[in-house]
């Protein structure tokens, strides 16, 4: 195995309603900061992919668009997945791990105001059973929180403290709008979006960008003092029909994390890809997280959702503080599907 | 910066597959079907493989339409897509003869009339198509019959339930963001202007969608640039499509606008389409005034403007 790290994170205003340009214009200024942040250009680049969705961007191929901004001079290996830009850091590692290049640039975007996700995302859902029924996200979610409260695992009291510390977090965050966070009781008196969640603990859906660069052995080095490595990556999932999985529980995450080697690793820093308060309670459980490990200092997803740029923000966010220094190990958790579903984890750490 | 409300709508068409079928079909019986899974328990609705073993599964059985609420949200503004169109409940239902939870709606009329473990039975539709909303939702089980007597609706093309089929339109709504740079190029073609975006790399893009293509930096300043310009690839169209203004057979050009280094698509007219050539040389044609907006369909289409070709030498990069 090749050693590859994280050496460069940029994101983008994670914000409702972004009215300064339209995709393509989105995503330019994240890829400049990750690039300029180890004194690379675009030309450097030997292998590009991302993570977006035509349905949120009402396009046929809207990805090709993105790629004017990745740029294209000279000609290079380039990918895709129409999947949180989470995966496409994956596949990045595959490759390089498989010696097609020395570095990769990732990008996830998620331009989610253009159209009603609510809607979109129901298509999402089993074509036959329960698209056919409106299941919008909340609405699923809800019913997954549902049952951690009657299995005694958490109260909607719990959920909203969870929430009210997210939010404290995130007021600190320049990428999420926030002006002032909610205390637990304020949240509390929030009406139900889908009982028993609430506007706050369930997610903001903003719109954002997010571009991680990967780099493998001395090139990491080269370009940064404290690269994050990433010591295991992986993915997994659980059945889609809701009805048959134990919804208090998610052993894809587990089996995920087992397999990345963070079960059970002593964790400075997890930043998780809840976009619910109660599946920050799920993950915790589920991947065995100690009260010592910090989750989401970035404040998580919670107030800022950009739909196929969030899981790829907590690979960045995690990275971040270790290259800054301020975390030795992180783990660092996306999530894709209903209910927690699609699961991938990876395990980073400072030093050498 | 422009937007523009965006309609999509998806004409999807479901074939559900045998087990699928089978499920959906007995709606019309007013019988709910579950199949038997690896370890035995019974699974509704019915999914042809084992979720867990992934083995494929084919025995299907019968099972109640009365059943207990094992988790449940209450929805108390609905959505235009749920199924309800007052306050109700979502819920996975265990039916009696089922180890799963079955998602529906459940009307209760009031959140306080919910709780986990209720019993809940089918409220059949007043048609029933084979279709999962020929259950039109779960009530509590204490609730009356409804007032009508639900009725079987046949398709109208008979089909057995291991070939069934349904349509499934989907229909959603965007406003589209034009962008910056598409912004300005959209406001040139309101006053018949062709204006591109100059990048960094010092090429110049119509239309301009952002970002400078060679670069990936974004776009920096408008360009107006002539009415003129050279076919540099063409294509006759033969075939007609839904809406076609003109008649076939008629060509389609990449347009190398003057000053510009990437290709404007448009028609070609105003000479016969054996004749449309690399080199020509041609120039734009704007709709009347009364119809100019903010739209690609201000230009009309492209017409020789008479002068000699341009030699192929000149503009090789593009061919």
């Known amino acids: 195995m090749r050693d590859i790290a994280i050496v460069s994170f940029a994101q983008r205003c994670n914000q409702p309603d ?84 020395d570095n990769a640039l990732i990008w996830g975007l998620g331009k989610t105001s253009l159209g009603k996700m609510d809607e979109l995302s129901i298509l999402s859902m089993d074509p036959y059973y329960v698209a056919p029924l409106g299941a919008d996200p909340d609405s699923v979610a809800a019913i997954q929180a549902r049952t ?72 990491a080095k080269k370009l940064r003092d404290r690269p994050a490595w990433i010591r295991g990556i992986d993915h997994r999932t659980d059945a889609h029909p809701l009805g048959v999985r134990d919804l208090t529980d998610c052993p894809s995450a587990r089996q995920a994390a087992e397999r990345a080697g963070a079960l059970g690793s002593k964790l400075d820093i997890a930043e998780l890809h809840s976009a619910y308060a109660h599946e920050e309670v799920i993950l915790r459980n589920a991947l065995g997280l100690s009260d010592s490990t910090e989750i989401n200092p970035s404040g998580g997803p919670l107030l800022a959702n950009s739909v196929m740029a969030t899981g790829l923000i907590r690979l960045g966010e995690a990275a971040q503080r270790i290259m800054s220094g301020e975390a030795e190990r992180a783990l660092a958790h996306a999530s894709h599907g209903p209910c927690l579903q699609s699961n991938l984890v990876a395990l980073l750490e400072g030093g050498n | ?37 690896t370890d035995g328990s019974v699974m509704v609705p019915p999914h042809p493989f084992d979720p867990v073993t992934s083995e494929t599964l084919s025995q299907m059985v019968e ?52 709780s986990t473990g209720m019993r809940v039975k089918v409220r059949w539709a007043p048609e029933l198509r084979g279709h999962i909303s020929d259950i039109a939702s779960f009530v509590p089980a204490d609730a009356p019959e409804p007032d009508y007597e639900s009725v079987r609706v046949e398709p109208e093309r008979p089909r057995p339930p291991e070939r069934w089929r349904y349509d499934a339109p989907f229909e959603t709504h965007y406003e589209i963001l034009a962008g910056k740079s598409m912004s300005t190029y959209l ?77 404007l698509m448009a028609l070609i007219q105003g000479i016969p389409h054996e004749e449309v050539r690399l080199g020509l040389r041609v120039k734009c044609v704007w709709a009347d005034d009364e119809e100019l907006g903010l739209s690609e369909s201000n230009i009309k289409w492209f017409v020789p403007n008479g002068e000699p070709d341009q030699p192929l030498s000149e503009i090789e990069g593009y061919l």
């Open chain 2, 187 to 263: 406001r040139g073609l309101k006053d018949k202007k062709l204006i591109g975006m100059r990048g960094p790399s010092g090429n110049v893009y119509i239309p301009p969608h952002g970002a400078d293509a060679t670069t990936g930096l974004a776009l920096q300043e408008p360009v107006e640039l002539g009415q003129n310009g050279t076919v540099v690839r063409y294509c006759i169209v033969n075939i007609p499509i839904r809406g076609q203004q003109i008649e076939i057979p008629f060509a389609a050009a990449n347009i190398l606008v003057d000053g510009a280094d990437n290709t």
């Open chain 2, 1 to 37: 910066m422009l937007s523009e409300p965006w309609r999509f709508y998806f004409p999807y068409t479901r074939t559900t597959g045998p087990v699928v079928g089978e499920f959906l079909c007995a709606l019309q019986d007013r019988k709910v079907l579950g199949i038997r899974r």
């Open chain 1, 18 to 101: 972004w009215r300064e340009g339209n995709d393509i214009e989105l995503l330019i200024e994240p890829i400049n900061q990750a690039l300029d942040a180890v004194g690379l250009t675009r030309q450097d680049i030997q292998f590009t992919t991302g993570g977006s969705n035509d349905f949120l961007a009402g396009q046929a191929f809207s990805f090709v668009r993105a790629l004017d901004a990745v740029g294209v001079h000279p000609v290079r290996d380039d990918s895709h997945v129409e999947m949180d830009g989470a995966w496409a850091l994956y596949e990045a590692w595959v490759n390089l791990q498989l010696g097609h290049a």
């Open chain 1, 148 to 219: 951690l409260i009657d299995a005694g695992k958490c109260s909607e009291r719990a959920l909203a403290e969870i929430a009210a510390a997210r939010q404290a977090a995130a007021v600190k965050n320049p990428f999420i709008s926030l002006d002032a966070a909610k205390s637990a009781e304020q949240i509390m008196e929030e009406p139900y979006l889908a009982s028993p969640l609430r506007a706050s603990t369930a997610a903001r859906v903003t719109d954002g960008a997010a571009v991680v660069i990967l780099a493998a052995g001395d090139e």
């Open chain 2, 63 to 114: 099972v109640g339409t009365e059943g207990r609420v094992t988790s449940w949200t209450w929805i108390a503004k609905p959505l235009p897509k749920h199924p309800l169109d007052r306050p109700f409940a979502f819920a996975l239902i265990e039916l009696d003869g089922a180890e799963t939870g079955f998602f529906h709606a459940v009307d209760a009329g009031d959140e306080n009339k919910m």
